[in-house]
């Protein structure tokens, strides 16, 4: 008996390798848009090896209903997900589903802390560290990711919320975590200090999470990635399983990897992301017909700009959530197809910040089948505007804003920015005067160089596809 359990013993540590390797390959392979989805696919792979090798060192006869019933239920919501959600919906997904994997981690570890409370012989002090790392790293992922989601589905104001003494309630409590793991993990009053610990824990992810701007969200939904990668590597040593070790410990370091590169591309720190409350200040938008500050606005037809598009030489397309929220993707990729006929070249300019999620413009673009050559990132494409004839802005407002450089005062000056107001003439898709997602108003708006084109994004792309095509 004791062989054929150590024969399987070894197949499955064999099944938790290999998994190990399917993931680190997927995640090499998701880095370029052409062997994404074989990255994703290999991932899939590695991800259900791991399902099964788990499912043999269960005990079937006792558990089977536990397990039938949970992978037919996450098997449900995710291919409901997948089919039902729609791509401008696709950041809040992304932040439930962190929010669920850190939740998840530290329900696990709370279980397995109370069993081991249960037992003749207590938990080791190694052990327990990990278990209280595991649900206090979970705990803050998953009720800040809730936070997350509910700013992004506009549930909540996406503004950062703020009040008297914020920081200092913060450090109180995070303190007090500290004081209430250390109590756990030497075995003072555990049990009650513990859920001291999960408890605060679960508060600070929400109070970490308020006074985040809507302009910052792409990079806290990074950092709460990688919380979750953390929480699930130390879930790994709690139930000593190599492949939660090596995949948790991959998300973490990618997530924090991605959360240090946004915060340089933004030309800002991580603290300040986290403290700064960006984008609390927020000035009074004007109407159509009035400037950001009361100046000038030049509103223009798709008859105009479509002359503009068809006689230029170089076209730079700036994507933004405008371009999400319309679903207009499709249309911009056959905008540029009616272009490039005409010996126009196209180009577009991605910031790493643009939309709700890390990469959300190139998913979206991706989906629409643009050449992923023709993607330029910030430090490549700002070079070329000077020599753009049109820049093509589509509802990308914070990131083409001209006042991080010019505006002291401004909430973002010093952020990098695409250099859109060089290029020779600026067209705007927006619906409305109304401010970007960061409540900061653009006076690019305003430039002698700016057309807009008020109206839905897909809808104006429309007629700029008809309309070139008689041009």
């Known amino acids: 008996m004791t062989e054929s ?16 390797i399917c993931f680190i390959i997927g ?11 074989l990255g994703n696919t290999i991932s899939m792979i590695g991800m259900a090896v791991a399902l099964v090798a788990t499912g043999f060192k269960l005990d079937f006869a006792a558990a089977w209903w536990v397990l039938v019933f949970g992978l037919g239920l996450g098997a449900a919501v995710g291919i409901y997900s997948a089919r039902a959600v729609k791509m401008t919906a696709m950041p809040q997904m992304v932040a439930l589903f962190n929010g669920a994997g850190g939740g998840a981690a530290a329900m696990v570890a709370t279980a397995e802390f109370l069993r081991q409370g249960s037992a003749a012989t207590p938990a080791s002090w190694d052990n327990a560290l990990a278990v209280v790392l595991s649900s206090v790293i979970g705990s803050i992922s998953f009720t800040g990711s809730i936070v997350a989601f509910l700013k992004l589905q506009e549930l909540m104001t996406g503004r950062p919320i703020t009040y008297p003494a914020q920081q200092v309630v913060n450090a109180l409590l995070g303190i007090a975590i500290v004081a209430a793991s250390i109590m756990t993990v030497a075995g003072y009053m555990p049990l009650q200090a513990y859920f001291v610990a999960l408890a605060g824990a679960a508060i600070l992810g929400v109070l970490f999470v308020l006074p985040i701007g809507g302009a910052d969200m792409p990079v806290i939904i990074s950092l709460l990635n990688s919380f979750t990668g953390l929480a699930a590597a130390m879930t790994g040593f709690v139930l000593g399983n190599n492949v939660l070790i090596i995949s948790g410990a991959l998300v973490g370091a990618s997530g924090t990897l991605l959360t240090m590169m946004m915060g340089k591309a933004m030309n800002r720190s991580i603290a300040n992301v986290l403290f700064g409350a960006f984008g609390k200040v927020t000035t009074s938008s004007g109407g159509v017909a009035a400037g950001v500050t009361g100046g000038p606005i030049r509103e223009a037809t798709a008859d105009d700009v479509a002359t503009m598009l068809a006689y230029a030489k170089h076209v730079v397309v700036v994507p933004g959530y405008g371009m999400a929220v319309a679903q207009a993707q499709h249309s911009v990729r056959e905008l540029a197809d009616q272009l490039e006929k005409r010996g126009v070249d196209v180009k577009y300019a991605i910031h790493p910040v643009a939309g709700r ?3 959300h413009m190139n998913v979206l673009l991706a989906e629409a089948n643009v050449p992923y050559p023709a993607l330029y990132d910030m430090e490549d494409i700002n070079p070329e505007f000077p020599r753009t004839d049109v820049a093509l802005v589509i509802g990308a407002n914070d990131v083409t804003n001209p006042a991080a450089r010019n505006v002291p005062s401004s909430p973002i000056y010093g952020m990098p920015i695409l250099d859109v107001d060089k290029a020779q003439n600026v067209v705007v898709l927006k619906r409305s005067m109304k401010p970007g997602f960061a409540g900061i108003d653009n006076p690019l708006y305003e430039l002698p160089n700016t057309l807009m084109l ?17 041009v």
């Open 27 to 37: 995640l090499r392979l998701l880095s370029n848009p052409k062997s994404a989805r």
């Open 5 to 20: 359990v150590s024969a399987l013993d070894l197949i499955i540590d064999a099944a938790y390798l290999v998994t190990s």
């Open 454 to 470: 008020f109206g839905d994004a897909k809808a104006s792309i429309d007629k700029l596809v008809s309309a070139v095509k008689t």
């Open 357 to 359: 999620m890390p990469g």
